[in-house]
Nanobody, 121 residues
Framework: QVQVVESGGGLVQPGGSLRLSCAAS????????MGWYRQAPGKERELVAR???????NIADSVKGRFTISRDNAKNTVYLQMNRLKPEDTAVYYC???????????????WGQGTQVTVSS
C-alpha cells in the first residue's frame, strides 16, 4: 500500500505565501512523477504543477512565475511554494504521486486527501 499525505494549507491574505508539502510512503520502487492539482468549488480538478524524478517541471499558465515546484527524491517528497497568492488560488490542493511499486509492476496514481488553501482578506 502507498500513502500520500499533504500538509501546509491554510488561510492567507492576498499577496501572501504558503508552502505545501507532500510525502509518499509505503512499498515504492520509484515515483516517476509527483504533482499538485487543485479543485475550487463548482470547478473541475486542474493541474497546478508537476515534476519528474529528473527535475523536469510542468507549470500551469495561471500560476507560472508565482508558484514553484520541487522535490526531494530521497524522501519521496514534493513541495509547492506559492507566492503572490490571489483569491482565485483558493481551492483544495491535492497531491498526486505516480508510483512504481516493484521492479515488475506498472505505474499507479495515488492521491492525498487534499489540503485547503484560502486566499482572503
Amino acid at each position: 500500500q502507498v500513502q500520500v499525505v499533504e500538509s501546509g494549507g491554510g488561510l492567507v491574505q492576498p499577496g501572501g505565501s504558503l508552502r505545501l508539502s507532500c510525502a509518499a510512503s509505503g512499498i515504492i520502487f520509484g515515483i516517476p512523477i509527483m504533482g499538485w492539482y487543485r479543485q475550487a468549488p463548482g470547478k473541475e480538478r486542474e493541474l497546478v504543477a508537476r515534476i519528474t524524478s529528473g527535475g523536469l517541471t510542468n507549470i500551469a499558465d495561471s500560476v507560472k512565475g508565482r508558484f514553484t515546484i520541487s522535490r526531494d527524491n530521497a524522501k519521496n517528497t514534493v513541495y509547492l511554494q506559492m507566492n503572490r497568492l490571489k483569491p482565485e488560488d483558493t481551492a483544495v490542493y491535492y497531491c498526486n504521486a505516480r508510483v512504481v511499486r516493484t521492479v515488475v509492476s506498472g505505474e499507479s496514481d495515488y492521491w492525498g486527501q487534499g489540503t485547503q488553501v484560502t486566499v482572503s482578506s
